[in-house]
C-alpha cells in the first residue's frame, strides 16, 4: 500500500497538467462560442 | 429578434414563382416571363448574383437542407457605401491589428461586426466564404448565436468598407459592434469566470474522492500514515481551491465590510474562512474533523451558479445591443460649391463633422446633427425626441435636431451642435447622470445575509460555550464543534437558489421576447407600484391612423388613388385605410408641402389636405364645416378635407389611436395593485383623451411633459422609496427610464432608451409587461420557497451542530442533498411558463 505515497503525488500533477490544459484552451478562446462549431461542421467541404 | 429588423415583404404576391434567392413568392409586376431566375426584390437580385459569381451556389442547397422555411427573409441589402467604416477614427474604436507590427494600412487588421439577418447554418457557411467573394479578406468566423462575425483582412490590398459593401450585398448589414477595448475587457472575465468554475471543479471532484477513502477508513481500520496522507492531500488541493477560485468571496466580502453593507458573501466567506483555517490547523496537529471535501464542493456550487447566471445576463445584454448597434453612424456632407452651385455630397462618419459645415439630409433618413435648414421645406418627426406624434413642417431657417426623422423631401441643414452638444446629446448625458445616481436594487439574499451572519455567529458562539462549559479539558472538541456548524450552515443553497432562480426566469423570458438586463429587476417588479407609462409608441402603435371617416365609398378609392403619390405619414395612413382590390389611378397629382394634394381620379378634379390650405384653396369655410374640423380637433384628432368643385364633400380625422389591448392592460395592472400613470410629452387634450379612454382618473394623467419633466417627475414619485416602474419607448424617455427603480424599454423603441432601460420588450404592446410583472412575482415566490426549504435545513443542521451529533461524513452528504433540492425547485418553477402566465 505505500505506493500510495507516490501515485497520489503522481495524481496531482496529472491533473495539474489536465488544469494547465484547460486554462490553456479557454484562453485561446475554445470555449467562447459553444453553438456555431455544431453547425460548421455540418456544412464544412473545403475549409 | 431579426424578426424586427425585416421589412415587411413585398405585397401583392404570385404563388407560383418563388425567388431564387430568397425562396418567397415574387409579386406579379415583378415575374420576368421566360427568365429562369425570378427575384421579389433588388436586394435578393445583388446577393444571388454575387453568390452565382463567386461559385457559392452551394449555399442555397444547404440552406434548402438547414433553413426553417419559417425564417425565410428576402435580402436586406441597404446599399449603403459604408465610408465611414474607412475613418481612422472608427478604425481606433473597432479594429485591432491581427498580427504583431501591423500599423494603418498595412499588415493584418481584424475587427468584429454585427451581423443583421443571419439566422441558420447556411448563414455561416456563406459568411465564411467571404475570402472568395471579397478580395484581401484572409479569415472570417461567424459567431451565429450573437450574429457577430470575426474578420481578418490585410490592408494593403482591401479596406474595411468594401468588406461591408459585400457583406451588404450578401444581404447581411454589418454594424460596428462595440468598442473594442470594453469587449476585450468582457471577453477577459468572461474567460476568468469560466478558469475559476473549471479549477475549482476539479479541486471538488479530487478533495471528494480523497475524502471517500477518508470515510471509508472509518469503518475499516485505516493506518495512520495513510490516514495523515489523504488528509494532507485533501488539505493541499482545498487550499488552492479556496485560495484560487474561492478568493472572490473573501475579495467580495471584505468590499461589502469595508462599505459597510450586507452581502450574502460575508457568511460564505466566513464558513469557508472558518472551515479552511480550522482544517488547516487540525491537519497539523494530526487530530480533529476536516471538512475539505464540502468546502470544495461549496466552492465549486456556489461558482457555478454565479457562472450560469452570469452567462444569461450577457446573452440578454448582447441582444439589446445588437439593436442598439443598428443605430446611423454616417453623414451626407455637402461639399459646398464656391460658385454657388448645387456641391457634391459624400458621406462621412458623423463624429467627423463640425460646426459650421453643411449636411444632406434626404426623405426619411433621420438627421444627424443639431443644426439650421439652409435649404428645402419638409416635415419632420420628433415624436424620438418630444413623444408629439404629428409631423412638424420645417423651412428655410427653421431648427431642426438630431434624432429627428425627416419625413417628406430632402433638406440641407447648416451644422450648429454635434455629438454630445446636441440636444439629444445632452439628454443622453442626463441618462448616464440618472443611471449613475440610481439606488441599487437591495437583493432579498442580501438583505437575509445580515440575520443570517448574526445566526451562525450566535450560534457558534452558543455551541463554543456549551461544549467548554460540558467539557473544559478538550477545548479543541468545543471548536471542532462550532467550526462545524459554520462549515454547515453556510449558506449554499440560499446563495444558488437567488441566482439559478433568476438566471431560470431571464433565460425562459428571452425565448417569450422579454429581455431582462439584470436580476434585481425582478424583485423590484414582484411587489406593485407605481407605473409610469409614456403614451406614443407604448399605448399606442405611434404611427398615425385614419380614426374616423366622412366619405362615401367611390370618394375613398379616389382619395387613396391620389394618396398613393405621397410617402408622408399621413397619406400612408390614408393608403392604409381605404386601400382596395381595384386601385384607380390618379393623374395629374400635385403636392403642397405641409397642405395638401389634389389629382385628378376617373375626370373627378378632388383636392385633399389641411383646413388651412382648404380654406385657402375654396375661399373659406362654411359654417357647417367648420364645426366638423373642430369637432375632430377637440377629439385630439388632426382633421383632412376632401374638397370637389370648391365645396368640401368630406372629412378625415387622424389620430394615434390606442392599441387594442391597451385598456384591458392598464385595467389588468390596476387589478393587480400597480398604480398605472399616464407621462406624456403629447398636447394635453389627446393625453386627457387617452386617459378617459383608458379609464384612468384625469388626475393621473399629464401632458406637455418634456424630457426634463419626465425624469423630474419620476424622481419625485420615487423620492419616498417606492418602486417607480417607467415604461417608454423613445429617446425623449430614456432619461426618465433610468431615473426609475425599473426601466422598461417597448418594442421598437429608440436606442437611447434601450441603452437607459432594465427591460426591453421584443414583442409590441402592453401585454409582455402584464406578463413580466406575473413572471417577476412567480419568480420571487420560487425563490422565497427555495429560502425557507434551505432555512429549514439550516436549523436543522444547527441544532446537530449544537448537540454535536454532525461528522464530516452527514455535512458531506446533507449539504449536497439541500443544493439540489433548491436546484429542482428552481427549474420546476412555473415562472415565464407559456399559457401559465397571463
Redesign the interface.
Known amino acids: ?1 505505500s505506493i ?2 507516490l501515485i ?1 503525488p503522481l ?2 500533477l496529472l ?1 495539474g497538467g ?2 494547465a490544459a ?2 490553456y484552451a ?2 485561446q ?1 475554445q ?3 459553444l ?2 462549431p455544431a ?2 461542421v ?4 473545403d ?1 | 429578434m431579426s424578426a424586427d429588423t425585416r421589412t415587411s415583404t413585398p405585397s401583392p404576391q404570385c404563388a407560383d414563382v418563388a425567388c431564387s434567392h430568397c425562396g418567397l413568392a415574387v409579386p406579379t409586376g415583378l415575374v420576368e416571363h421566360g427568365a429562369s431566375e425570378q427575384f421579389c426584390c433588388a436586394g435578393c437580385r445583388t446577393a444571388y448574383a454575387v453568390i452565382h459569381s463567386c461559385g457559392l451556389d ?1 449555399y442555397y442547397a ?1 440552406r434548402e437542407k ?1 433553413e426553417d422555411r419559417e425564417d425565410r427573409a428576402p435580402a436586406q441589402s441597404t446599399r449603403a457605401r459604408y465610408a465611414e467604416f474607412d475613418d481612422p477614427a472608427f478604425a481606433e474604436l473597432y479594429c485591432r491589428p491581427a498580427e504583431p507590427g501591423a500599423a494603418p494600412g498595412h499588415g493584418l487588421w481584424s475587427c468584429e461586426l454585427f451581423l443583421q439577418c443571419v439566422h ?3 448563414c ?2 456563406l459568411v ?1 466564404r467571404l475570402p472568395r467573394v471579397c478580395d484581401g479578406v484572409v479569415e472570417s ?6 450574429g457577430m462575425v470575426r474578420v481578418v483582412w490585410d490592408a494593403e490590398r482591401v479596406n474595411l468598407s468594401r468588406i461591408a459593401r459585400a457583406l451588404d450585398s450578401l444581404g447581411y448589414p454589418p454594424h460596428p459592434a462595440r468598442d473594442a477595448n470594453d469587449r476585450d475587457l468582457r ?1 477577459r472575465e ?2 476568468r469566470q ?2 475559476r468554475v ?2 475549482a471543479g ?1 479541486c471538488a471532484g ?1 478533495v471528494m474522492l480523497l475524502g471517500l477513502a477518508l470515510y471509508a477508513g472509518l469503518f475499516d481500520v485505516m ?1 495512520s500514515a ?1 490516514a495523515a ?1 489523504f488528509r494532507w ?1 485533501s488539505m ?2 482545498s487550499v488552492v481551491s479556496l485560495a484560487w477560485p474561492g478568493s472572490v468571496f473573501f475579495r467580495s466580502a471584505w468590499a461589502a465590510l469595508r462599505t459597510r453593507t450586507m452581502h450574502l458573501d460575508v457568511p460564505i466567506a466566513l464558513a469557508l474562512g472558518a472551515g479552511g483555517v480550522w482544517g488547516v490547523v487540525n491537519t497539523l496537529r494530526g487530530a480533529g474533523e476536516i471538512y475539505f471535501d464540502s468546502l470544495s464542493v461549496l466552492v465549486f456550487l456556489l461558482l457555478v451558479g454565479r457562472f450560469i447566471q452570469h452567462r444569461q445576463q450577457r446573452r440578454s445584454a448582447d441582444s439589446v445591443e445588437m439593436l442598439f448597434s443598428l443605430t446611423p453612424t454616417s453623414a451626407l456632407l455637402v461639399d459646398e460649391d464656391p460658385d454657388g452651385g448645387p456641391g457634391y455630397t459624400r458621406e462621412v462618419s458623423i463624429q467627423s463633422l463640425c460646426a459650421g459645415q453643411m449636411v444632406e439630409v434626404r426623405a426619411g433618413a433621420s438627421v444627424p446633427v443639431d443644426g439650421v435648414v439652409v435649404a428645402g421645406l419638409s416635415q419632420v418627426d420628433q415624436s424620438l425626441l418630444t413623444g408629439e406624434s404629428r409631423a412638424v413642417t420645417v423651412e428655410t431657417g427653421d431648427r431642426v435636431a438630431a434624432g429627428t426623422v425627416n419625413l417628406a423631401s430632402t433638406i440641407r441643414v447648416r451644422v450648429e451642435a454635434t455629438g454630445a452638444q446636441t440636444r439629444i446629446g445632452r439628454l443622453m448625458a442626463l441618462v448616464q447622470d440618472s443611471l449613475g445616481r440610481r439606488a441599487p436594487i437591495v437583493r432579498l439574499a442580501d438583505r437575509i445575509a445580515g440575520w443570517f451572519l448574526a445566526g451562525m455567529l450566535g450560534l457558534a458562539a452558543l455551541t463554543l460555550g456549551l461544549w467548554l462549559a460540558l467539557d473544559p479539558a478538550n477545548p479543541s472538541l468545543a471548536v471542532d464543534h462550532a467550526v462545524a456548524l459554520l462549515v454547515v450552515t453556510c449558506p449554499c443553497a440560499l446563495g444558488l437558489a437567488t441566482p439559478l432562480a433568476l438566471t431560470v426566469s431571464i433565460g425562459r423570458a428571452a425565448r417569450r421576447g422579454i429581455l431582462i438586463k439584470g436580476g434585481g429587476v425582478l424583485q423590484a417588479l414582484a411587489s406593485p407600484g407605481t407605473m409610469v407609462l409614456d403614451k406614443t409608441g407604448t399605448l399606442t402603435v405611434g404611427r398615425m391612423r385614419v380614426v374616423r371617416t366622412r366619405l362615401d365609398r367611390e370618394t375613398r378609392a379616389a382619395v387613396c388613388a391620389i394618396e398613393l403619390h405621397s410617402t408622408h405619414p399621413i397619406a400612408r395612413a390614408i393608403v392604409e385605410a381605404f386601400a382596395s382590390a381595384d386601385a384607380d389611378e390618379a393623374a395629374d397629382v400635385a403636392h403642397t408641402l405641409g397642405g395638401g394634394m389634389e389629382g385628378t381620379v376617373r375626370g373627378r378634379r378632388l383636392v385633399i389636405g389641411s383646413p388651412t390650405f382648404i380654406a385657402s384653396r375654396i375661399g373659406g369655410l362654411s359654417d357647417s364645416d367648420a364645426r366638423a374640423v373642430a369637432d375632430l380637433t377637440s377629439a385630439a384628432l388632426t382633421p383632412v378635407l376632401v374638397a370637389e368643385d370648391g365645396r368640401i364633400i368630406g372629412s378625415i380625422g387622424l389620430g394615434d389611436p390606442l392599441r387594442q389591448d391597451s385598456s384591458g392592460a392598464v385595467a389588468d395592472l390596476r387589478s393587480r395593485g400597480w398604480n398605472p400613470v399616464l407621462l406624456s410629452g403629447d398636447h394635453e387634450t389627446v393625453v386627457a383623451a387617452a386617459a378617459t379612454d383608458l379609464g384612468l382618473p384625469r388626475a393621473s394623467a399629464r401632458g406637455g411633459a418634456t424630457p426634463e419633466d419626465k425624469v423630474g417627475a419620476v424622481r419625485d414619485l420615487s423620492s419616498s422609496g417606492a418602486t417607480v416602474v417607467m415604461v417608454g419607448d423613445g429617446v425623449n424617455d430614456a432619461a426618465a427610464l433610468a431615473a426609475a427603480t425599473v426601466g422598461i424599454a417597448v418594442h421598437g423603441g429608440a436606442e437611447a432608451s434601450l441603452a437607459a432601460a432594465d427591460v426591453y420588450l421584443a414583442r409590441p404592446g402592453l401585454s409582455p409587461v402584464l406578463e413580466l410583472c406575473e413572471g417577476a412575482r412567480r419568480t420571487m415566490r420560487t425563490i422565497r420557497i427555495c429560502l425557507a426549504a434551505s432555512l429549514c435545513y439550516n436549523v436543522a443542521a444547527a441544532s446537530l451542530c449544537v448537540a454535536g451529533l454532525i461528522s464530516p461524513l452527514i455535512a458531506a452528504v446533507v449539504m449536497p442533498a439541500s443544493s439540489l433540492t433548491v436546484l429542482a425547485l428552481c427549474v420546476r418553477s412555473g415562472a415565464f411558463r407559456s399559457g401559465r402566465s397571463s
Open positions: 500500500m500510495l505515497f497520489i495524481a496531482f491533473a489536465a488544469i484547460f486554462i479557454v484562453r478562446g470555449f467562447d462560442d453553438d456555431t453547425h460548421r455540418v456544412v464544412d467541404d475549409g | 452551394r444547404l438547414l441558420c447554418a447556411a455561416v457557411w465564411e468566423r461567424l459567431d451565429l448565436r450573437r471577453r468572461d474567460r469560466l478558469v473549471g479549477v476539479a479530487n493506518e495513510y496522507l492531500a493541499g488541493i
